[in-house]
């Protein structure tokens, strides 16, 4: 998550200047051919209007869309920070306190749940574009996806006991097995008559509301934006990209009539036309950059931090002191 004011003109450049260039290739072409006499390339711009129109409408709905995604994602890890502090409390005041080795345990369990879940978020899908040309050149000596460089099994071996660890390890869904661990523990409590039925099922109620948020979030992750939306977004934005300097070359030509700039204004298509295509492009990037929230880019939910946060605060509750760094942004950027 960017963390800044805004982004800055030079880190919106670095982030699209591959596509700005392309842009400024396509542009130059058309106006180089049509100065040189390719005259019947220039085609009506009318057409290209309506054109533009149907690609403004589709990426406009992309955005929305996207920004559902991410706005979901954010409202999700909320519902997972309150639901983990009030678990905290009922977890602590029902098995004996701070000094408790039972309560010591359920806690330790929840960070690995936390640690779990966030390492399943992080992995890569096919239609994620955390990789691609524009996201790497923007992530490179700026910030570190702290899941593609740390190791799961290093990480739970400070949560859990050795069986525990082998044991969960041995999972294909971790974080599912966690929970699981975590209702099996409360069951035996119950019936050995070290909780009530009433302290119980307010538990069982904190289990399910993480399981609850947990598939909410594997939802999202799991299911992208549909394909069929985001091809003709594409291939629409495409068409539009290649056939506007053409569709300018005749307008700009005209620009110069009767004045001094006879017969040159017809450049002026280069800066215009990769002008335009830059506005539309950028906007599909900025939905695109979004649709997947939990990928690790610089527009995503800070599931690491907020991960982090919890476990400051569930720590503290034990009245620890040797408490974990908060986790700061990285050049404005957060994960």
């Known amino acids: 998550m960017h963390t800044g004011k805004r982004y800055s003109p030079i880190e919106f450049f670095k982030w699209t200047k591959q596509a700005t260039f392309c ?3 396509i542009s130059s072409i058309a106006t180089v051919l049509y100065y040189f006499g390719w005259k019947f390339l220039a085609l009506p711009w009318q057409p290209i209007a309506i054109i533009a129109t149907a690609v403004a409408f589709i990426v406009g709905f992309k955005n929305n869309a996207s920004y559902n995604r991410i706005w979901e994602a954010r409202q999700i890890y909320g519902a997972i920070i309150n639901d983990s502090r009030s678990f905290a409390y009922s977890v602590r005041d029902a098995l004996g306190g701070k000094e408790s080795d039972v309560v010591k345990k359920i806690f330790y369990r929840h960070f690995a749940w936390l640690t ?7 992995e890569p899908r096919s239609w994620e574009n955390v990789d691609n040309d524009g996201n790497s050149n923007f992530r490179k000596g700026r910030y570190e996806i702290p899941e593609l460089n740390s190791n799961l099994s290093d990480e739970l071996k400070s949560f859990l006991s050795p069986e525990e660890h082998l044991y969960i390890l041995s999972k ?8 699981a661990l975590q209702s099996e523990d409360f069951a035996k409590l119950k019936s050995e008559g070290k909780i009530n039925d009433f302290q119980w099922t307010l538990l069982q109620q904190s289990i399910i509301k993480f399981t609850d948020n947990q598939g909410k979030a594997e939802r999202i992750k799991n299911f992208p934006y549909p394909r069929n939306f985001a091809s003709i977004t594409t291939y629409l934005l495409f068409i539009f990209v290649v056939l506007a300097p053409f569709g300018l070359l005749k307008e ?7 004045t001094f700039l006879e017969g040159f204004t017809i450049w002026f298509n280069i ?3 990769a002008m335009i295509n830059w506005a539309f492009h950028t906007l599909d990037t900025v939905g695109e950059s979004s649709v997947n929230p939990f990928e690790g880019s610089a527009n995503d939910i800070p599931i690491t931090q907020i991960s982090r946060t919890i476990e400051i605060d569930m720590r503290d509750m034990l009245d620890e002191k040797d408490l974990p760094a908060p986790i700061l942004p990285q050049n404005n950027i957060v994960l």
């Open 23 to 25: 842009l400024f290739i």
């Open 252 to 258: 700009m030509d005209k620009l110069g009539d009767g």
């Open 116 to 122: 779990a879940l966030r390492f399943q978020l992080r």
């Open 172 to 179: 294909k869904n971790k974080a599912t097995q966690l929970t």
């Open 271 to 273: 800066p215009f036309s």
